[in-house]
C-alpha cells in the first residue's frame, strides 16, 4: 500500500507564516512531481506550486514571492513554506505526487493527500 499524508495545518493570523508537510509512504519505489493544491470554500481545487524531483519549482502568481515548495527525496517528504499569509489563502491544502509503487514499476501513479484546513484570520 502507498499513502500520502499531509500535516501542518491550522489557524494562522493574517501575515503569519505556517509550514506544511506531505510524506509519502509505504511500498515506494520511486517518486516523481510532487505538489501542493488548494480549494477554498466554493471554488475549484486550484495548483499552488510543484517541484520536480530535480527540484524545478512552479508556482501560480497568487503566492509567488511568499510561499516556497521544497523536497526531501530522502524521507519521501515534499513541504510547503507559507509566508505573509493572507485572509484569501485560507483553504485547504492538498498534496499531490506521482509515485511507483514497489510492486507495479511500470509507470508512476498519482496519489492525493487527504488535505490539511489552513484558516488565515484578518
Known amino acids: 500500500q502507498v499513502r500520502v499524508a499531509e500535516s501542518g495545518g491550522g489557524l494562522v493570523q493574517a501575515g503569519g507564516s505556517r509550514r506544511l508537510s506531505c510524506a509519502a509512504s509505504?511500498?515506494?519505489?520511486?517518486?516523481?512531481?510532487m505538489a501542493w493544491y488548494r480549494q477554498a470554500p466554493g471554488k475549484q481545487r486550484e495548483l499552488v506550486a510543484s517541484?520536480?524531483?530535480?527540484?524545478?519549482?512552479n508556482y501560480a502568481d497568487s503566492v509567488k514571492g511568499r510561499f516556497t515548495i521544497s523536497r526531501d527525496n530522502a524521507k519521501n517528504t515534499v513541504y510547503l513554506q507559507m509566508n505573509s499569509l493572507k485572509p484569501e489563502d485560507t483553504a485547504v491544502y492538498y498534496c499531490?505526487?506521482?509515485?511507483?509503487?514497489?510492486?507495479?514499476?511500470?509507470?508512476?501513479?498519482?496519489?492525493w493527500g487527504q488535505g490539511t484546513q489552513v484558516t488565515v484570520s484578518s
Open positions: 499531490n505526487a506521482d509515485l511507483m509503487p514497489t510492486y507495479n514499476r511500470r509507470s508512476y501513479v498519482n496519489y
Open positions: 517541484i520536480t524531483r530535480a527540484g524545478s519549482t
Open positions: 509505504g511500498s515506494i519505489f520511486s517518486i516523481d512531481a
